[in-house]
């Protein structure tokens, strides 16, 4: 019988999701205290630490992950609740708000490019400024990209977590009354910001605080933006740990385990450090409520949230712009705005090795993505039979896997598959990839799958149909768009990914993402174009399927559409 | 064999507190009509009939359906037919589609066709088949949700406020054909509502349930 396979999938999803994060944990923990029988070691020593904190560049590249991740956490929060609060509900909002959601699913590592392309001292702008405005004939000797502060790094992690925030926010706005509140607070006489951050940001902001807390963990981790954009010497303390666990010597592997926990011991320390900072806000913001103030600069703040906004999207889009121009382009010498000529070679050149890398990264991806597909829809109806109560706890559980920072649980992941003989590989990668997708395939298809009404169900069983007939015949058709969009986010979700890749890969598992980013170093502007562009590709491709199949399936079906 | 609709003790509680308390027989072809306030558990009564009864609650006592205790069989299996107030049709099938979801399973190809073509035209709708549910105009969506329902050949008939989304020239129209076509079959039918016009209508006993405390 099927029937005892249904109550599993809720547990089976989470060991799927929290099994190797408990076990990578566990497996960076042993070496960073001394232990790692493969190099001949056995703990406990404390050996590792004495080393971490002998190297130069820990001070700095401690420094580096705080800032760029608080940093772009706070600027993108900002953006996103000014956008909202001076522009939600108006004309201008859904044109921003329509550009942004495919820029959602551009993989970060393709943003990050665009971005260098554009800014660079020989990028984009510098050569449509050249040399009439500039007077350059030549690129300035300026550091921009890879700047020593991480400036342009921050920048890179900003234009992907507007997106990102934004969309979320609308999602959690529904809930909150939010246009009512305004009219009403607009009737006292407070100004749209002020009225909005007055009466919808509390409400909003207890909704999006599990997300936000993602956006810190991950900004504060990130490799691949940091590898394309950041500094180098020292680099961010995520990217010392990968380099450390790419060094041939097995020792090296301790002290990256050390910095892992390191890596960890950081983002736990933001986090609390924004919980007490949400405290702190919270307490000068009733007292903000309790003076009455009816705001004074609204409008102006209402347009440098839009301009902010707007910059943020020009830029991914005119970065990807730059990377096709350079996948075509000939001799393209500074300052000119346009290369010479435009020419199909570096397809001819790099094509062969960007689809060999497409194919795995599309194998990977379809199978993680319609693993994940298959234990949501699971997980839900077996909610939805079962009458499982899902809690707040249970929420955060979602997340546990995207606040964990990546650095530091897969290199213990990988020193840990190592240990057992394992191999690495393709069928490692597809697990670990899992861990990232499940979660944000789940958070996506979540509300749609309950929001369904459940007296439909009711008529169609009271009609003859059994659970299974119900699922099947009835609540997946009327649910295809929902469920192709959480299979489109859950494969973008996996073509971005880097570092688990790379790691739990062995370097023998080329995706799109691993060859682009390996491409960072060498500065071949025609090769990253392809491959970059490829990337995009294969993140959108699928959203632009998800909107597409549903209306053509459903295309006589008016009660299917605009849903 | 016992022909009917027997609720036997039926008590259903929202954790520690008490909803409501019921014990009545509804003969074939008779309406049962249960009135009172919303918030007083009308629809979670049918719910715990229907078997999908939310885990909130707790019910307990019998339902027996033409002397078979259906009280503990899966929602499927009751021969339980149910109306809500919104038609609910299946908006990815077409009319005839959602119509063959109803009928009940056997029959050739040709033969289940001229059935769902027949139920149509009982209803003048016929020709409407390959119609798409959301172009129906409210009276026509009724109609079919009500053939869909029929065709799964019920023992019973249950209304959740039926036709409280109709408007006034419609609702007795439709109400007329939904007790019509009840009554023709022998149905036992119990309808929750909280419109005294439908009760009259339905020209049975009714029921009024208080707010319990």
Redesign the interface.
Known sequence: MRRPVLPLLPALTLLLMLGPVAAGIWGTLLPAFGHLPAAGLTGPSLEPFVALFDWPGLARAVLLSVTTGVGATVVSLAVVTLLLAGWSGTRQFRVLERLLSPLLSVPHAAAAFGLAFLIAPSGWIARLLSPIVTGWDRPPDILIVQDPLGLTMMAGLIIKEIPFLILISIAALGQAQAQNSVTIAQALGYGRVTGWLKTVFPCVYAQIRPPVYVVLAYSMSVVDVAVILGPNTPPTLSVQIVKWMSDPELSMRLLAAAGAIMQLALVVGALAFWRVGEIAFAHFGRRWIASGARGRCDPIIAQVALFSGGVSVLVVLFGLFVLAIWSVAGYWGFPDAFPDGFTSRNWMRHGPGAFAALGETAFIAVAVGFSALILTIGCLEAEYR??L?VTQRAVWLLYLPLLVPQTAFLPGLQTLMLGIGAEVGRIPVMLAHLVFVLPYVFLSLSDPFRAW???????????????D??LW??RL??L?RPILTAFAVGLAVSVGQYLPTLLIGGGRVATLTTEAVALASGGDRRAIGVYGLMQTGAALLPFAMALLIPTLV?R?????RHE | MNKGLFLRNIEISNGAQPLLTLSHDIAPGEVLTVMGPSGVGKSTLLAYITGTLSPDFTGSGSVVLDGRDITNAPAHKRHVGILFQDDLLFPHLSVGANLAFGLAPGGSPADRRAKIAEALAEVDLAGFEDRDPATLSGGQKARVALMRMLLSEPCALLLDEPFSRLDTALRAQVRDLVFIRARARSLPVLMVTHDAEDARAAGGRVITLEVQS
Do not use: C, Q
């Open positions: 079962h009458g109560r009404d459940a007296r439909t169900g009711t008529v169609a069983a009271a009609l003859g149909a059994s659970p007939g119900v015949r009835v058709p009327m295809l459903w006589n079906r008016k009660g299917l």
